[in-house]
C-alpha cells in the first residue's frame, strides 16, 4: 500500500530535515567535520529505514491469526520459497525509500559515488532480510502485537544506541566503544560510511558485508524453522 510506503519514509526525512541541521552547528571537529556531515549522517538513516523492517511483524500476525499462513504451510511449497517471498516484499518497499531518501540527500549536499551508493543499499536490503526474517520468528513465537511490540522496543533503542546511526560512535567513551563491537550492525554503519566516502579497500567494509550476510542467513534460517515448527 502507497500510504505504508509513504509512513515509512516520513522517520529518516525527519530526521534529515530537523536533526542534521543541529549536527551542523555541533559539528568542526576532526570526527565531525562540518562539510562532511551528509556524509557522515545519510548512511546512518538508510541504516535506520532497514532496522526499521524489524516492525515487518505486525502485518504478518493477522495472516497467522486467520489461518491464512497455516493454509500456505500445507501447500507444496517450500518454506525458504514462502518467507523468501515476504521478505522480498519488504526489500521491494525498503529500497523505494532508500532510493527517495537519497534523491532528498542529494538536494541537502550529499556527494557519493555511484559504486559507493549501490554496494550501500545492497548492504541495507541485507539489512533489511535480517530485521524481517527476525521480526517473523517473534511473530510466530508470540503471535500477539503487544508481544512482538514489546520485543521490538527492547531491540530496537539498543541497536541504534550502539551502532553509531546517529553520531560516529568514535566520539562515545571507551566502554562504550567497546560494547559498539558486539553490535552487529555497527558494522554495517560503518561500513556504509567508508563507502560513501569511496574507501572501498578499509577492512570495515569487507567485516559489514561479512557481517550482515551471516545474519540474513542465520535469521533466515531461524524464521524457516519457525515455520516448520507452526506446520507440525
Same mark, same amino acid.
Given at each position: 500500500m502507497p500510504l505504508w510506503i509513504i509512513l515509512g519514509m516520513m522517520q529518516p526525512i525527519l530526521y534529515l530535515l530537523l536533526y542534521m541541521p @543541529?549536527?551542523?552547528n555541533i559539528g568542526g571537529t576532526s570526527v565531525l567535520p562540518v562539510g562532511q556531515i551528509v556524509q557522515i549522517f545519510v548512511p546512518g538513516m538508510l541504516v535506520i529505514m532497514g532496522v526499521s523492517c524489524l516492525f515487518a511483524g505486525f502485518s504478518f500476525i493477522p495472516e497467522i491469526r486467520t +489461518?491464512? #499462513?497455516?493454509? =500456505? $504451510?500445507?501447500?507444496? %511449497?517450500s518454506r525458504y520459497s514462502l518467507l523468501l517471498g515476504y521478505i522480498l516484499e519488504q526489500c521491494c518497499s525498503l529500497l523505494l525509500q532508500a532510493i527517495v531518501l537519497l534523491v532528498i540527500s @542529494?538536494? =541537502?549536499?550529499?556527494?557519493?559515488?555511484?559504486? +559507493?551508493? *549501490?554496494?550501500? $543499499?545492497? =548492504?541495507? %536490503?541485507l539489512i533489511g532480510t535480517t530485521m524481517t526474517a527476525l521480526s517473523y520468528v517473534i511473530s510466530i513465537t508470540t503471535r500477539n502485537e503487544d508481544g512482538?511490540?514489546?520485543?521490538?522496543?527492547? =531491540?530496537? $533503542? /539498543? #541497536?541504534?544506541? @550502539?551502532?553509531?546511526?546517529?553520531? /560516529?560512535?568514535?566520539?562515545?567513551?571507551?566502554?562504550?566503544?567497546?560494547?559498539?563491537?558486539?553490535?552487529p550492525f555497527y558494522y554495517a554503519v560503518e561500513a556504509a560510511r567508508a563507502l560513501f566516502a569511496g574507501?572501498?579497500?578499509?577492512?570495515i567494509v569487507w567485516?559489514?558485508?561479512?557481517?550482515?550476510? *551471516?545474519?540474513? *542467513?542465520f535469521a533466515v534460517y531461524l524464521a524457516a524453522k519457525s515455520l516448520r515448527k507452526m506446520s507440525a
Open positions: @543541529l549536527l551542523k +489461518g491464512f #499462513i497455516t493454509r =500456505l $504451510l500445507v501447500a507444496p %511449497i @542529494l538536494l =541537502l549536499g550529499l556527494k557519493a559515488g555511484v559504486l +559507493g551508493v *549501490a554496494l550501500s $543499499l545492497i =548492504l541495507i %536490503i512482538l511490540a514489546s520485543m521490538v522496543n527492547t =531491540l530496537y $533503542l /539498543p #541497536i541504534m544506541l @550502539l551502532s553509531g546511526i546517529m553520531l /560516529p560512535i568514535s566520539l562515545a567513551p571507551d566502554w562504550l566503544k567497546t560494547a559498539a563491537h558486539f553490535n574507501n572501498f579497500s578499509e577492512a567485516q559489514g558485508f561479512l557481517v550482515m550476510i *551471516a545474519a540474513a *542467513a
